[in-house]
Protein backbone atom coordinates (compact mmCIF):
# COMPACT_ATOMS: atom_id res chain seq x y z
CA UNK A 1 0.00 0.00 0.00
CA UNK A 2 1.51 3.71 -0.84
CA UNK A 3 2.04 6.51 1.85
CA UNK A 4 -0.49 8.19 -0.12
CA UNK A 5 -3.46 5.81 -0.46
CA UNK A 6 -2.76 5.27 3.84
CA UNK A 7 -3.25 9.31 3.83
CA UNK A 8 -6.57 9.22 1.91
CA UNK A 9 -7.72 6.35 4.10
CA UNK A 10 -6.61 7.93 7.32
CA UNK A 11 -9.86 9.42 9.67
CA UNK A 12 -9.85 13.17 9.74
CA UNK A 13 -10.95 14.70 13.04
CA UNK A 14 -11.94 18.47 12.63
CA UNK A 15 -11.32 21.18 15.04
CA UNK A 16 -15.09 21.36 15.41
CA UNK A 17 -15.26 17.86 16.64
CA UNK A 18 -16.38 16.61 13.63
CA UNK A 19 -14.52 13.08 12.48
CA UNK A 20 -14.31 12.40 8.65
CA UNK A 21 -13.92 8.28 8.02
CA UNK A 22 -11.42 9.43 5.69
CA UNK A 23 -10.34 11.98 3.85
CA UNK A 24 -12.53 11.98 0.69
CA UNK A 25 -15.28 14.49 -0.09
CA UNK A 26 -17.74 15.34 -2.83
CA UNK A 27 -17.36 18.92 -3.26
CA UNK A 28 -20.50 21.63 -3.22
CA UNK A 29 -22.06 21.32 -7.07
CA UNK A 30 -25.12 22.70 -7.95
CA UNK A 31 -26.90 19.60 -9.25
CA UNK A 32 -30.28 21.05 -9.95
CA UNK A 33 -32.20 17.82 -8.82
CA UNK A 34 -34.97 19.03 -6.78
CA UNK A 35 -37.93 19.13 -7.92
CA UNK A 36 -38.29 23.04 -8.64
CA UNK A 37 -40.44 23.92 -5.09
CA UNK A 38 -37.32 23.26 -2.96
CA UNK A 39 -37.63 19.81 -2.37
CA UNK A 40 -35.25 16.85 -3.08
CA UNK A 41 -36.31 14.67 -5.68
CA UNK A 42 -35.80 10.60 -5.53
CA UNK A 43 -32.94 11.17 -8.22
CA UNK A 44 -31.36 13.75 -6.03
CA UNK A 45 -31.51 11.28 -2.68
CA UNK A 46 -30.65 8.27 -4.70
CA UNK A 47 -27.34 10.50 -5.82
CA UNK A 48 -26.16 11.48 -2.90
CA UNK A 49 -26.63 7.48 -1.30
CA UNK A 50 -24.74 6.86 -3.71
CA UNK A 51 -21.66 8.56 -2.80
CA UNK A 52 -22.31 7.60 0.63
CA UNK A 53 -22.70 3.90 0.02
CA UNK A 54 -19.14 4.71 -2.70
CA UNK A 55 -17.07 5.89 0.43
CA UNK A 56 -16.91 9.15 0.58
CA UNK A 57 -16.66 10.88 4.37
CA UNK A 58 -18.26 14.36 3.03
CA UNK A 59 -20.76 14.97 0.54
CA UNK A 60 -21.37 18.97 0.25
CA UNK A 61 -24.90 19.60 -1.69
CA UNK A 62 -24.52 22.85 -3.38
CA UNK A 63 -26.61 25.64 -3.40
CA UNK A 64 -28.82 25.20 -0.72
CA UNK A 65 -30.92 28.91 -0.42
CA UNK A 66 -32.30 30.33 2.65
CA UNK A 67 -34.55 32.42 0.57
CA UNK A 68 -37.18 31.20 -1.95
CA UNK A 69 -37.36 34.07 -3.69
CA UNK A 70 -34.22 34.05 -4.95
CA UNK A 71 -32.82 30.64 -6.27
CA UNK A 72 -29.64 30.42 -8.73
CA UNK A 73 -31.54 28.03 -10.38
CA UNK A 74 -35.13 26.85 -10.23
CA UNK A 75 -33.79 22.92 -8.82
CA UNK A 76 -31.72 24.58 -5.74
CA UNK A 77 -32.95 22.91 -2.68
CA UNK A 78 -34.41 25.48 0.26
CA UNK A 79 -34.43 25.23 3.70
CA UNK A 80 -37.96 27.34 3.88
CA UNK A 81 -41.31 26.90 5.20
CA UNK A 82 -42.74 25.78 2.39
CA UNK A 83 -40.64 22.71 1.69
CA UNK A 84 -41.36 19.05 2.42
CA UNK A 85 -39.77 18.05 5.52
CA UNK A 86 -40.44 14.57 5.15
CA UNK A 87 -37.97 14.35 1.74
CA UNK A 88 -35.16 16.83 2.98
CA UNK A 89 -35.38 13.97 6.17
CA UNK A 90 -35.16 11.15 3.97
CA UNK A 91 -32.01 12.93 1.32
CA UNK A 92 -30.45 13.67 4.71
CA UNK A 93 -31.02 9.68 6.36
CA UNK A 94 -30.22 8.08 2.73
CA UNK A 95 -27.07 10.31 2.24
CA UNK A 96 -25.62 10.16 5.46
CA UNK A 97 -25.36 6.31 5.62
CA UNK A 98 -21.98 4.81 5.91
CA UNK A 99 -20.96 7.22 8.08
CA UNK A 100 -20.89 10.08 6.02
CA UNK A 101 -21.70 13.66 6.93
CA UNK A 102 -23.92 14.98 4.52
CA UNK A 103 -23.28 18.80 4.44
CA UNK A 104 -25.56 22.02 2.74
CA UNK A 105 -23.51 24.29 1.09
CA UNK A 106 -25.44 27.72 1.79
CA UNK A 107 -26.26 30.29 -0.70
CA UNK A 108 -27.85 33.11 -1.95
CA UNK A 109 -27.56 33.82 -5.89
CA UNK A 110 -27.85 37.37 -5.14
CA UNK A 111 -26.76 39.17 -8.90
CA UNK A 112 -27.08 35.58 -10.34
CA UNK A 113 -30.36 34.66 -8.65
CA UNK A 114 -32.51 33.12 -12.25
CA UNK A 115 -34.29 36.05 -13.56
CA UNK A 116 -37.42 33.89 -15.02
CA UNK A 117 -38.60 33.16 -11.43
CA UNK A 118 -37.13 35.60 -8.95
CA UNK A 119 -35.63 39.24 -9.22
CA UNK A 120 -31.86 39.78 -8.64
CA UNK A 121 -31.50 40.62 -5.02
CA UNK A 122 -28.30 40.89 -2.86
CA UNK A 123 -26.97 42.04 0.78
CA UNK A 124 -26.66 45.30 -1.03
CA UNK A 125 -26.82 47.06 -4.43
CA UNK A 126 -24.29 46.01 -7.82
CA UNK A 127 -24.49 47.50 -11.16
CA UNK A 128 -21.09 45.51 -13.23
CA UNK A 129 -20.86 44.72 -16.60
CA UNK A 130 -24.46 43.36 -16.37
CA UNK A 131 -24.20 41.90 -13.00
CA UNK A 132 -27.04 43.82 -11.49
CA UNK A 133 -29.05 43.01 -8.26
CA UNK A 134 -30.96 45.57 -5.75
CA UNK A 135 -30.20 45.66 -2.54
CA UNK A 136 -32.31 43.45 0.01
CA UNK A 137 -31.11 45.26 3.26
CA UNK A 138 -32.37 48.59 2.01
CA UNK A 139 -36.15 46.23 1.43
CA UNK A 140 -35.62 44.73 5.15
CA UNK A 141 -34.76 48.20 6.84
CA UNK A 142 -38.07 49.67 5.13
CA UNK A 143 -40.23 46.50 6.12
CA UNK A 144 -38.79 46.69 9.56
CA UNK A 145 -39.53 50.68 9.77
CA UNK A 146 -43.66 49.81 8.24
CA UNK A 147 -44.31 47.48 11.28
CA UNK A 148 -42.65 50.27 14.05
Same mark, same amino acid.
Given at each position: ???? #???L????? =????? @????? =?? #?S????? =??????????????????????? @????V???????????????? =? @??G????????? $??????????????? $????????????????????????????????????E???????
Amino acid at each position: MTAE #KNVLERPLT =LPCGA @VFKNR =LA #KSAMSDS =LGDGEGNPTAAQIRLYERWANGG @VALAVIGEVQGDARYPEKPGN =L @VLGADVDPATLK $QLAARGSVNATHLWP $QLGHAGALSHEPISQPKGPSPLDINGLRCEATFNQMEQEISSSL
